[in-house]
């Protein structure tokens, strides 16, 4: 009974490098969402997606971010061109859809570290 | 803006004692919440969500209290367990139908229970 799995746990890019994030649903699960935790900071929320659709991208930045959540296989957070301020905990989680009683169910992260 | 403000970043207590973590927010649409418990290099863990219609929920030694008039909502804890300690986060989310069900979070507060 896998929960969501993120990987890699740890990445360390050099800047202008891509960084590609991965995150595996929990089973049954067709929603995902990414959240971006800063140093100090609470995890704020990137994007929303469902089977091959964006539902809300309104927390990622316009430029050199982008996601997917394909048909067959994970969901993937691409960063490209990768900047000392990407550095940062990246959190995935997943949902059967509509929550009334209990929320979502996260990944133990990627932690992405620019150098 | 920080819509979900969690004004104390730690709080210690003693094992047996209540802990009380608050959390308060200012968009009136947030009509659910949520407290997520996070300990470090894993993922936040769903504890306890209560809705606008009610004002108490309680599961086992979490209690959360809402407070809507006043925008403010708590956690109680009691007994507190050293096993506790961790960082607990409060989370908002407009109940919209067919909506984004994006979270919007506090910076958390780190609680401490010495034995």
């Known amino acids: 009974n896998a929960g969501v799995m993120q990987n890699p746990r740890h990445l360390v890019r050099r800047r202008g490098q891509e960084a590609r994030l991965r995150c595996s649903p929990m089973k049954g699960h067709s929603h995902v969402y990414w959240y971006r935790q800063l140093p100090e900071e609470g995890l704020k929320f990137m994007v929303y997606l469902q089977k091959e659709n964006i539902i809300d991208e309104s927390g990622m930045p316009k430029e050199r971010f982008s996601a997917e959540f394909p048909k067959e296989g994970p969901s993937i957070l691409r960063i490209q061109q990768v900047v000392r301020g990407d550095s940062a905990a990246y959190f995935c989680a997943s949902s059967r859809g509509h929550q009334e009683t209990h929320g979502y169910t996260f990944g133990s992260g990627t932690r992405l570290t620019v150098v | 803006d920080q819509q979900v403000k969690q004004n104390s970043p730690s709080l210690s207590v003693q094992e047996g004692r209540i802990s009380i973590l608050n959390c308060d927010y200012t968009?009136?649409?947030?009509?659910?919440f949520l407290w997520y418990k996070k300990y470090p290099a894993e993922g936040p863990t769903f504890l306890i969500s209560?809705?606008?219609?009610?004002d108490k929920n309680e599961d086992g030694r979490f209690t959360v209290f809402l407070n809507k008039s006043a925008k403010h909502l708590s956690l109680h804890i009691v007994p507190s367990q050293p096993g506790d300690s961790a960082v607990y986060f409060c989370a908002a989310s407009p109940l919209t139908q067919g909506g984004s069900e994006k979270l919007v979070f506090g910076k958390g507060t780190k609680l401490t229970v010495n034995p």
């Open positions: 968009n009136s649409m947030f009509d659910y």
């Open positions: 209560i809705s606008s219609i009610k």
